[in-house]
């Protein structure tokens, strides 16, 4: 199928599309945040570094079933984990979709995040 010629950029574009590969990635990112849990453990992780059962309580969910929806934030580069003893404490990753994913959160909730209003 030819492209019709409107005197636009569309070729350009098209040149530039990522591959399915990529698109795949997006959406399975948006599928994983689609889930209201998960997309509340994110605000929770987006403002502080939390230990699992505080994460539980905060949205009203036993430590087996947080720790499910975490290792899916984890496995997707979302979050990230530290020890200390025996409590494992979550936080967002410190990588560029995160970062992108916690100004999104702010802007949906319409928020300031305490950590981006301390200078």
């Known amino acids: 199928m030819n492209l019709h010629n409107h005197g636009g950029s569309l070729e350009a574009v098209i040149d ?4 399915e590969s990529n698109f795949q990635m997006a959406a399975e990112l948006f599928q994983l945040i689609s889930d ?3 997309l509340k453990i994110l605000w929770l992780l987006c ?13 009203d969910m036993s430590s ?5 929806h975490l290792r899916l934030l984890k496995q997707a580069g979302l979050i990230e984990a530290r020890r200390d003893g025996k409590e494992m404490y ?4 410190d990588a560029p979709k ?3 994913l916690h100004k999104s959160i702010d ?5 300031s995040c305490p950590a981006h209003s301390i200078k």
């Open 16 to 19: 530039k599309m990522p591959d």
């Open 36 to 38: 209201p849990t998960r």
């Open 47 to 59: 403002h502080c570094e939390v230990c699992v059962n505080n994460i539980g309580v905060a949205v």
């Open 64 to 68: 087996p079933a947080v720790s499910h």
């Open 90 to 93: 979550y936080r967002l990753a």
């Open 98 to 100: 995160a970062q992108l």
């Open 107 to 111: 802007d949906i909730f319409d928020i």
